[in-house]
């Protein structure tokens, strides 16, 4: 099999100065500030007689961005670096796919959601720069399955795509289908079948059959000792801000802080069952670190969809509870037998933390949206929660709940569009991917010394 | 002697199991949202007049909760990262019991402070999940005293005997002594004599005399080389956010206000009086990591009581002046002649960092308290500070003082009580707990790759 | 040549001592809490019309304050952990410097910028807390510039003269030549030319011409394998928080907001160049770690003068998109050439990331503000934003422009005077500094277990 070349020294390059210019003509013609952003902000307050500058838009959701940008850049980028040698791969790729990500998405969510069809101009503000964040968060929550086994070029190529797959989706969700708090588990789906069927077609036209056993055996080794404690850091951060991610762009007052309690109850109940279920799948009783930095937080992620609800703190305990005991099994069933028989091989147990749990909170969400009465929520709280008078006045609160399972579908269809695009792309053979005997080895991008031997660390 | 069995394999799960079970059920029971967190919150604020979502207290709140949570998680969780073979147990163990922490502190501290005897009902909101996280850290500091020398299942009924005597000596202080702010140093001291009484059972009944030479001389090496500045991770993110921990429960406005900028200075003299004193130590004037990592948040400690009051920012840099020579001076000699004299091992010197600070948070507080006048607080400033119109009404400031002292030796009782509780129950021989020499390692309770020789890491 | 001492035992305690004694003394005959933060508030509010405690600037601004202070403490702490064995020198002297640096900032920027004249005491509110770690976060930069090669002595006197300078350039430039949102650029000018006279005095009076060649061969061995992705902790939380950095002290309100966005936008355009540069200057075509710990954050650099201003979030990118290929490029050409040709060893390329793009800053900030128009404002909004109606009443915005660019010339004298100084004082000789063959070795001023052996770390 020819050599393939992993010099990106034209093509990494080329691809980053030929989007960040087209992103800044982008802006340049859509992007301007809103109302609440801009300088006229001044009149703007006069003549809707707000009293105070506190009613900013910032005050409410600028505390919950800077916990979401961490995040996105601290929590994913040091979840993936638990490998002995790719450590650079790891917060070095994700830090540049977030970057564009993020740049993309507020083009993108922004014809969508944000345009204003008087003057044809996108309108941001804190509330834009949140989403983009969320959008480019599904992309490097895919970065974590083919983590170490593609090059830069090809992971910005993923992130247009996704990212365009994201926004449409969500576009469809919100505005046609008028689902609301729909975008995180819509995203976990699109997500779960996007990487399917990627993953096949990464199997069928890329990896070789002798892959997976050479590089378990000789280079892909986990770091397995006290230092692999730090790695956690970035577990630890995405469970600690969790519950300004599934908070952060709730409606104003009370579903903002109603979102942060459930999100805070579902991880705790979390924590204990994957420590239960982790203890339990050992002969020894031993824990595995890989379920406790992963499993963990399937409780946030599962509790997404509904965490605006009133669930209760009892149900939002129930969910992590179920959801800890999932993951872990996921992680201990699920992983080998897709690897050993599929040979698909999800570096970062994706599926587990984030395909299950994302459809068990598509069926939450279906569920508590269902079962909404005027008793719970009061008449005006449930005209405002479902915006009854706005496009879907009339529909009843179990219409919505068939409404949340189409939109199910919809993300389905959209997860394998959007992975046979990506899969279709990425086996063409110029992007410069490394070998597979040079998988999950920084030295295929990043200047090492020479110093590093497999011995060494 | 017989050798322990450190197989958990079905004490951990069932313990965990039950437990969130058992939570789960209370939950149902007992908690509910708070009037701000509550659907009907719309009704609420149209009858009492509340014109803008931004007087929810999420919003005066938040942001402070999220400092302590990563506090709790991230700063505990790190501070002990610092042996070379126990980092699993430090971060994975302190998640653990601060996830389990968080659920039972809700509990206990909802029935006490926040019961709607109207429908038997716990209302929660941010402010209970702050409460909640306070509670909880008390449990993480303790777990640094006996880290490395205790099974995971014993670290959960520790966690559990803690946080209730913690809520309850809470409730005495707070609404039978109507002692305000002072629920940091009244932990402190709780801690004090509940480590005191804990470490005499734990001596008397458990650890073989030839344990600490062994131990020393073996396996409990601190990391001692340049890695090791990463540990101080955990310890500058307690520094950097416990103005958040001492404002983040204090009344709204100024009293917050205040709070942030009294620790801020006290934690800023600290560290030059912990620097001065710990190169003093040193015949060569040489630094000792140790007492950077630990000292220099006893300023934090000990101004808890008295953050909220009119101590002025130049009574806050005195405060951290003093701790930061009492604490490091504590590390140097006290330390060692626990250790040596009454064989009390310490690991995280907790009654340097948490014990004696503690002490002068309390004498601190009973002094400013005490010195309050109208001519500082303004008339009404003082009648709310001191909730004079509420059930304390007519006692005289300078009995407040009184009152406070009161509290420091209701706190102590319940210190001694808790370690005497959790000596005997820990003492009880099917915990799990490692035998002498297999403590400080992370392999009796986790999956560690084989590898792992003494003098590699 | 006389060896020496580096034996710090009684200078560094008596230094330290010594000045906080003088802060505790100074605080207390200078410093009290401001309206906002003290007990007559609650009279205040009353007299002021002011119906919410949420009005309180602690609300509008103390988010950003707390990331801030993490990007002051742990941001620029662990972006200089970048040595094998000069990690304790890293963060804790950071620690130390911004401890004091923060106290001495709070008087020096307190006695020019909120001098109560009525009662001659200076008013202290969360606002004086960022403006004190802005001053201080200067120092940290410039310790960059001598890592390693400096006494803890030497960086505590750096720090006083550096803080007093820019708080003096500060008033000169706020408050006499009016040119608001002047802050960061003015540093980044003053640590410019302070840093190049540092150099020149350092290099004619201190260092020996073995001294490059010899280290580089030996000791200052970079970290260059998987584990330096830990270090790049540093720069992502910088540039994560960096948005709150320029936004801290806007105006409330849509200033705010903006200055949010701007950072935002520019900082993720200067990624994409960044890592398109760094590979293009690779033969091969592989990414250097050092340009993307670094250069990456200049677009956040860059854009601070004029972050609040109506630049447009396309005119943000095209800043980070220049910022990103001439920061990168610095790294590249200059650095090895300062280093070679002009002995000048800038051990974190200083000048790359903040005096380079503090050039650039100080130009955009020049033409925004000369090409500021109602149509773009507002009438009111102009008025604001360059208070108008205050001392500088009847200034035209071009006008303001040509203020601006005298800004920088004072800021330049400035820098030339501290640089100056700093070096006069430094090179007396008993400040304790390492000798040449000691630079980058902790265990010159740390205590470190023996064992530490080039070979092994």
């Known amino acids: 099999k020819m050599e393939k070349s992993t010099n990106l020294r034209w093509r990494l390059p ?48 600028y505390p919950s961005f800077q916990d979401v940008h961490v995040m996105v850049f601290i929590g994913f980028g040091f ?17 540049l796919m977030a970057a564009f990500g993020i740049q993309w998405s507020l083009l993108m969510q922004g014809w969508f959601h944000s345009l204003d069809y008087s003057d044809g101009k996108i309108k941001i503000g804190v509330e834009s720069l949140i989403n983009a964040d969320f959008c480019t968060a599904s992309t490097l929550i ?27 989706n969500e576009y469809i969700l919100l505005n046609l289908l008028l689902v609301r708090n729909f975008t995180i588990p819509a995203q976990s789906l699109l997500l779960f079948f996007f990487l399917i069927i990627l993953f096949i077609f990464l199997h069928l036209f890329i990896y070789q059959p002798s892959f997976i056993i050479t590089k378990v055996l000789n280079n892909f080794v986990l770091i397995k000792n006290s230092l692999a404690a730090w790695f956690s850091i970035g577990t630890i951060f995405l469970w600690v ?9 709730s409606n104003h007052g009370d579903a903002q802080h109603r979102a942060a309690i459930n999100t805070y109850c579902s991880l705790a109940a979390c924590v204990l069952t994957t420590v239960a279920m982790s203890s339990l799948y050992e002969r020894k009783g031993k824990l595995d670190m890989v379920h406790i930095q992963n499993a963990t937080l399937a409780g ?34 699920l992983m080998p037998f897709l690897e050993s028989k599929l040979k698909i091989q999800d570096t970062c147990g994706v599926h587990n933390l984030h395909g299950i749990p ?11 949206a269902a079962s909404a009465t005027e008793g719970v929520y009061s008449r005006q709280g449930l005209t405002n929660f479902f915006d009854l008078e706005g496009k879907n006045e009339g529909r009843s609160i179990s219409q919505q709940g068939g409404f ?19 899969g279709l792309v990425l086996k063409l053979p110029f992007w410069g991917d490394p070998a597979d005997d040079c998988c999950f080895e920084d030295e295929v991008y990043w200047k090492v010394s020479g110093q590093n031997t497999p011995g060494e660390w």
Request: aromatic share 16%; glycine share 10%.
């Open 14 to 61: 080329l691809i980053c100065f030929l989007w960040e210019i087209i992103m800044i003509i982008l802006f340049g013609v859509f992007i301007r500030y809103d109302e609440e952003s801009d300088a006229h902000w001044v009149e703007f307050k006069k003549e809707n007689n707000i009293t105070s500058d506190i009613e900013n838009d910032f005050y409410f959701r």
């Open 79 to 95: 979840l993936m670096t638990f490998m002995k040698r790719y450590g650079y791969g790891a917060v070095g790729f994700n830090f």
């Open 142 to 168: 895919a970065y974590g399955a083919v983590l170490g086994k593609v090059s830069p070029v090809q992971l910005l190529i993923m992130t247009l795509v996704q990212c365009t797959c994201f926004a449409v």
């Open 241 to 249: 801000f969790w519950p300004s991610f599934n908070s952060a762009i």
């Open 300 to 333: 946030g992620v599962a509790v997404g969809t509904a965490a605006e609800m009133m669930m209760s703190p009892y149900g939002a305990l129930i969910v992590g509870f179920i959801c800890g005991i999932i993951s872990t099994t996921g992680f201990y069933f």
């Open 358 to 368: 994302g459809l068990i909170a598509g069926i939450v969400g279906a569920v508590t």
């Open 404 to 422: 949340q399972a189409a939109g199910m579908c919809v993300s389905i269809a959209f997860g394998v569009v959007a992975g046979t695009i990506v």
